[in-house]
Nanobody, 124 residues
Framework: QLQLVESGGGLVQPGGSLRPSCVAS????????IGWFRQSPGKEREGVSC????????NYADFVKGRFTISRDNTKNTVYLQMNSLKPEDTAVYYC?????????????????WGQGTQVTVSS
């Protein structure tokens, strides 16, 4: 079974950048669409971004468009989430998961279970 491990979160000031990584364990990532999600205290988990297995299709939530960029490097078995112009409201635990793919597009239905996630804190 595919297992994913998140890392690369941290503490940054507003306007700063982070680049969390999602690394596959046991299996390779090349056959999977991968999504990033986040959850902050008192809020539901929400989708942030997703990249198709081919890398040809990318999706972004409205609240991160123009600021975040999802990418993948299958040779390193890794999906990245470049986060620029970070805002305090971006503070959350960020999770990655393989998601169902239909006709080359991401869905929000998870294939993998939730992992530990990585904490992103944006504060002055």
């Amino acid at each position: 079974q595919l297992q994913l491990v998140e890392s690369g979160g941290g503490l940054v000031q507003p306007g700063g950048s982070l680049r969390p990584s999602c690394v596959a364990s046991r299996f390779t990532l090349d056959g999977y669409a991968i999504g990033w999600f986040r959850q902050s205290p008192g809020k539901e988990r929400e989708g942030v971004s997703c990249i198709s297995s081919s890398g040809g299709s990318r999706n972004y939530a409205d609240f991160v468009k123009g600021r975040f960029t999802i990418s993948r490097d299958n040779t390193k078995n890794t999906v990245y989430l470049q986060m620029n112009s970070l805002k305090p409201e971006d503070t959350a635990v960020y999770y990655c998961a393989a998601v169902q793919e239909v006709a080359g597009r991401c869905s929000l239905r998870l294939i993998t279970s939730w992992g530990q996630g990585t904490q992103v804190t944006v504060s002055s």
